[in-house]
């Protein structure tokens, strides 16, 4: 199926329709429908909408605003995210780079499990062929956060398990605004901010630049930057016609360029050395460094076709690429070298002491030491279309939403491997790999995607049924490691088609004015990516919640339980994950994941009736058993062989996170904690053994900021305030530290 010929054809289509309506598009009789149009809008795009709409939401939904990321200024989604209940994290560079998220037990491993969006469009870099987060939006340019999990997000896909996460961009003004941001840090820690937007009544965009950067917070033997540098700039450009005319319509282009260098590693150091030195990095990484480059562009087209039906098209593309040139292993073949791979010398150094000397800098062989290129191309492109209807059946109100996505994207790997001397400290390249030597494949997946969602309202019941059907066409194309031109003389291909029926239902009761009770079952489903087994089937479960939120104005709180019944668990053997990096999916078979999440928030300033100030006060905790049901073999390290009743490693039993603000006048001071305890990093049961565990950490973030006038702020942020120390993996290779203490101060300026 050739989508750039979709896609061309879907935009004159798209065209056609805006042209079309545009003709007739009179102003009819007066009526001011902005706000409503403006909702309609919200709804269609994000997974959340309105804040205040979570009431009637039928399962958990959590929302993170503007004013709460500006008041921390966290660029890293980690520290984002663990603001709402139900979310598991597996830290990894310290600054959230390419972050390894899941919802409610879903696998953590490069986010693969999540519904990653911005702006409700699929953000990974090729979401169905390969969806693991080598590419992630920048948290500094985004304006909001919001997530969706349970049966309330049935209508975004491919991953129906755990939830949806939607970062949501800056948004064109309502009028003429200018902002920026200057801040600098320890270690040269560096960010630069500035948009500029307007709107008229038929005219509105948006411009924004970007550029962060630190030197890194790592110790590389023999000196050198361990840190990154990102930048980014995005535009936003929209045209509408009357809000009063009889088909409103509003088009909007987006389109946006990143760039990111980061000298970051899979190489971690041994236990003891941690000890020593938690920040160390070997020499042996010193030449590590990943270099992304993404591309952006997306057309929304709205039309409000009567009081009681809409149409919210997209078409969207992404490329991004990344050359990731690391250290993957010690060259067997050479004499002083005998080792499993790098995951076993850390783990066990007494055995492995030459290798060990060898990471440290000592003298070795020629091409003792391979760097492979991880070089990789991805696009990501389809349309994507929701018509929405409403209308009434006696007592009750209907809210329906039909929903269509052609998407299609491919990973192209082409890939080679440079041998190195060590000597004296310092890596001498030896041999230098030839391009697709070590990779040369394609896979790609093309999905057609449906669903239907009505949310019924009837007194004070909310029942919301779904169903999706995705149909997936996946392609592998491995053309060897000797046909560098690709002219198919050695070309072994798999093709295979996926299909499914993603049922789903959500049921809220409003038992008072403060008490909602809701409850939800749906079916859970990821898809197995190209370049599996032919015996790798999808992963299913069985999903359900049920519990209640409760608010008086004052105080919210929130309480869900929830099991998720996994007739089949999906692992991704990842590299990230200390995988060997196939990125091939396998089964594992039956698991059991149950949990609760509580949140709470309220404003203290009130409850104690103080004037002239406000103290909003949040907490959130989480519970999480998972739990293999059945025994199996694994050549992935974390799982390795697993008996039933082991515990999924990367999946804390508890977590904690609270939040203090104060705001008096000019003057905003808030506090931050997360506490997270020891997680396995291999699958296991009974006490968690030290030598194969995280460290557990409570971890304390203030920041404050002084008004100094209407248009200009002052601001200080403190990472890790009492500069614990602690492990955060132990994959793929090595243990690797957690963010130290770190300090920053800035300027803000608003027109």
Do not use: C
């Not at 003792?368 to 696009?379: G, T």
């Amino acid at each position: 199926m050739n989508l750039s010929y979709t896609s061309k054809i879907a935009t004159f289509l798209l065209l056609s329709v805006w042209i079309s309506a545009d003709a007739f598009s009179q102003t009819s009789t007066e009526r001011d429908t902005s706000k409503v149009i403006d909702e309609i809008v919200l709804d269609r795009i994000t997974v959340v909408g309105n804040p205040v709409w979570m009431t009637r939401i039928p399962g958990a939904a959590s929302y993170v605003s503007a004013e709460q990321l500006k008041r921390h200024s966290y660029t890293d989604v980690n520290r984002i995210l663990r603001t709402i209940s139900g979310i598991n994290i597996q830290e990894e560079d310290g600054y959230g780079l390419r972050p390894n998220i899941g919802l409610r037990g879903a696998g953590v491993e490069r986010s693969t499990k999540v519904n990653l969006m911005e702006d409700g469009i699929l953000v990974a870099p090729a979401p169905y062929s390969a969806p693991a987060a080598y590419y992630f939006p920048t948290m500094a340019r985004i304006n909001s956060v919001e997530v969706r999990k349970g049966s309330s997000q049935i209508k975004y896909g491919p991953n129906t398990t755990g939830g949806a996460i939607n970062m949501i961009s800056t948004p064109i003004p309502s009028e003429m605004t200018a902002n920026a941001e200057l801040s600098v840090g320890e270690r040269f820690s560096n960010k630069l901010y500035a948009n500029i937007g307007n709107r008229t009544e038929r005219f509105g965009y948006m411009v924004e630049v970007l550029q962060l950067g630190d030197d890194g917070f790592k110790q590389l033997d023999g000196g050198g930057d361990t840190g990154f540098q990102v930048r980014d700039i995005l535009g936003k450009f929209m045209y509408q016609n009357s809000p009063n005319a009889s088909v409103y319509q509003r088009f909007e282009l987006k389109v946006g360029y990143n760039t990111q260098i980061s000298d970051e590693t899979y190489l971690g150091v041994t236990r003891d050395d941690f000890n020593s030195a938690p920040n160390r990095r070997y020499a042996a990484s010193q030449v590590d460094n990943i270099d992304v480059e993404q591309f952006q562009i997306s057309a929304r087209h709205f039309a409000l076709l009567s009081n009681n039906v809409d149409l919210t098209s997209t078409i969207y593309r992404q490329d991004v690429t990344r050359a990731w040139y690391k250290l993957h292993d010690l060259d067997t073949s050479v004499e002083t070298v005998n080792t499993g791979g790098l995951r076993d010398v850390l783990r066990n150094p007494e055995a492995n002491s030459t290798e060990l000397s060898y990471l440290r800098g000592a003298t070795s062989p020629d091409n003792a030491l391979n760097v492979r290129n991880n070089n990789r191309e991805y696009y990501s492109q389809g349309i994507q279309s929701i018509l929405g209807v409403n209308f009434e059946t006696g007592d009750a109100s209907h809210q329906v939403e039909f929903g269509v996505r052609l998407h299609q994207d491919q990973e192209d790997r082409f890939q080679e491997e440079d041998g190195y001397r060590m000597e004296d400290g310092v890596m001498v390249l030896t041999n230098a790999g030839v391009p697709g030597t070590q990779a040369n494949r394609v896979g790609s997946a093309t999905a057609l995607s449906f669903f239907v969602q009505d949310q019924i309202r009837l007194n004070r019941w909310t029942i919301t049924p779904g169903l999706r059907y995705e149909q997936i066409w996946f392609n592998n194309r491995n053309y060897g490691t000797e046909d560098l031109e690709r002219t198919g003389s050695n070309l072994n291909e798999n093709e295979y088609t996926t299909n499914v029926f993603i049922p789903g239902v959500g049921i809220s009761f409003q038992a008072n004015d403060n008490v909602t009770l809701i409850g939800g079952l749906h079916r859970g489903f990821s898809p197995p990516s190209p370049g599996s087994s032919s015996e790798t089937t999808s992963e299913l479960s069985v999903n359900y919640e049920l519990g209640a939120r409760y608010t008086n104005g004052l105080f919210q709180a929130e309480a869900i339980g929830f099991f998720n019944n996994y007739s089949n668990l999906l692992g991704s053997d990842l590299a990230a994950g200390g995988g060997g990096g196939t990125t091939a999916q396998f089964n594992a078979g039956r698991v059991d994941v149950l949990g609760l999440e509580f949140t709470t928030s309220m404003e203290l300033a009130e409850i104690l009736n103080l004037q002239n100030a406000s103290i909003p006060f949040n907490v959130n905790y989480t519970y999480t058993n998972s739990t293999f049901q059945s025994d199996f073999e694994s050549g992935f390290g974390p799982w390795g062989s697993v008996e039933s009743g082991d515990k999924i490693p990367f999946i804390p039993e508890h977590q904690f996170n609270a939040g203090l603000s104060f705001n008096t006048g000019a003057f905003t001071a808030s506090v931050n904690s997360i506490y997270s305890p020891k997680m396995r990093t291999v699958a296991g049961s009974g006490a968690i053994d030290p030598d194969f565990s995280t460290d557990s950490y409570l971890l304390f973030d203030l920041s404050s900021s002084y008004a100094i006038n209407s248009n200009i702020d002052i601001f200080t942020n403190i990472r890790n305030l009492l500069n614990e120390t602690y492990i955060v993996s132990d994959r793929p290779a090595g243990v690797r530290p957690g963010l130290p203490r770190t300090v920053m101060g800035g300027v803000r300026y608003s027109l």
